[in-house]
């Protein structure tokens, strides 16, 4: 079955823009959650959402948004780019919502702020 | 911050066992062990997990002691592909997920 799918995979931006970043889940999966990945802090936590809704949010700041839609495909939005958004963001999905089932993670998308 | 201690890197032998151990001194007897590892320029691949008891599938054993306080990963016989990043993660049972915490992980190389 398809993985997760991730759109664009590579991205240039230049420093004020703004970005939107897709993620379609693995068919069936109802809860997409979005991870930021650079050199320097690792793999931190955006946000979840489960039924268009938005269940966790990590300590990011409100420049950094999603949404999901009732097909359970999911986007994010970063406002005003700053050259230390500059970091891979992976999306991740599962079937359901008890922490009992693996995520599944997409290839992630390589966004450069210029 | 992540609940997990690992070593930082670790070296195999290709075709032998590796294992990689994994300290959570203060797990709650609501959480389960999870293995997630990351090859170079991919996302995180969710490999195993378990509660008090043994696991094991196609990929790799999940060893948890007794006490619950360490686990250790095995992957049977290693191969050059096997090569990546690997996080220990402890997660609560609990209704509604709960977001994966990665500490650093352990870097394994699988040597020919």
């Known amino acids: 079955k398809a993985g997760v799918t991730q759109t664009p995979r590579y991205l240039i931006k230049t420093r004020g823009q703004q970005v939107t970043l897709s993620c379609s889940p693995i068919?069936?999966?109802?809860?997409v959650s979005w991870y930021q990945q650079t050199p320097g802090q690792g793999l931190q936590f955006l946000f979840e959402?489960?039924?268009?809704?938005?269940?966790n949010k990590g300590n990011f700041p409100g420049r950094f948004s999603g949404r999901q839609f009732s097909n359970s495909r999911s986007e994010m939005n970063v406002s005003t780019l700053e050259l230390g958004d500059s970091a891979l963001y992976l999306c991740?999905?599962?079937?359901?919502?008890?922490?009992?089932?693996?995520?599944?993670f997409g290839s992630g998308t390589r966004l450069t702020v210029v | 911050d992540a609940k997990t201690t690992q070593p930082p890197s670790m070296d195999c032998a290709e075709g032998r066992a590796a294992n990689l151990p994994c300290n959570h001194s203060?797990?709650?007897?609501?959480?389960?062990v999870y293995w997630y590892r990351q090859i170079h320029s991919q996302g995180p691949q969710y490999i195993i997990h378990?509660?008090?008891n043994n696991e094991t599938n196609e990929m790799a054993s999940l060893i948890i002691t007794e006490d619950r306080k360490s686990s250790t990963l095995i992957l049977p016989h290693a191969t050059l592909r096997d090569t990546a990043v690997y996080y220990c993660?402890?997660?609560?049972?609990?209704?509604?997920?709960?977001?994966?915490?990665f500490g650093k992980g352990t870097r394994l190389s699988v040597i020919a």
């Open positions: 991740a999905s599962t079937w359901g919502t008890d922490n009992l089932y693996g995520y599944t």
């Open positions: 068919s069936g999966h109802r809860s």
């Open positions: 959402y489960f039924s268009e809704t938005q269940r």
């Open positions: 203060t797990i709650s007897g609501n959480e389960y």
């Open positions: 378990g509660l008090k």
């Open positions: 993660i402890v997660r609560v049972i609990r209704s509604g997920n709960t977001p994966l915490v």
